[in-house]
């Protein structure tokens, strides 16, 4: 906080952009999981609020209850960090980002019910996605455009899709993502009267 106090007094908010784009990430990482900084105090951290929410109440509930969920993150890193935690609880799932080199395999394994939880980043999963076997949609952190977020509900509202699909916004009390929710029902808001609400989701 004092860093980007300092600097905006001292260069003025547009010369400081980088240093408060920075801070923003940080504080955004933070909500994730403290692992996600590179600082060498926050790696001895081992757990979160939200990954202990996730694998302790969510998603034993929604696998229990025979449904199929769709992780979004737009960390590559927190992907990796729910992955190792489904490993250690024992709970199958296929991943897909912008490394992966095969889209159609894992999501062919989802769709046809081999695997109840399919993780997706935010870059690898905004186009060609089909998946209508999903009844549940996680979005692990907000993101700034609810355009995108939309997109990500809207991969399981293809055609063929005869079930009813709830969206899950996993969002950390009193943090930047409170402040992120409001811009975005604000810009919603404001994109739905210029543009219609059918055509800014698309």
């Known amino acids: 906080d004092q860093r980007v106090r300092d600097a905006i007094s001292n260069q003025g908010l547009e010369r400081s952009q980088i240093i408060v784009l920075d801070a923003l990430l940080k504080l955004r990482q933070v909500c994730c999981h403290p692992q996600l900084l590179k600082i060498e105090a926050a790696k001895k951290i081992e757990t979160s609020a939200k ?65 109840p939880v399919f993780l997706i980043s935010l870059k690898a999963g905004g186009f060609g996605l089909n998946l209508t076997a999903a009844s549940y949609v996680v979005l692990f952190d907000p993101w700034w455009n609810p355009a995108v977020e939309a997109q990500a509900i809207d991969r399981t509202h293809r055609i063929g899709q005869k ?17 992120i929710r409001l811009l975005q029902k604000q810009k919603g808001s404001l994109a739905n009267d210029i543009l219609g609400e059918e055509n800014f989701a698309q």
């Open 51 to 115: 990954t202990s929410y996730l694998m302790e109440d969510l998603l034993p509930e929604l696998i229990d209850e025979g449904h199929r969920v769709l992780i979004f993150s737009q960390f590559t890193e927190m992907l990796g960090i729910i992955e190792g935690e489904l490993i250690k609880a024992g709970i199958r799932f296929v991943k897909l980002t912008g490394q992966t080199k095969d889209r159609e395999t894992p999501m062919q394994q989802f769709q046809k019910g081999e695997v």
């Open 163 to 179: 079930q009813t699909v709830f969206a899950y916004r996993l969002i950390v009390k009193n943090s930047i993502e409170e402040k």
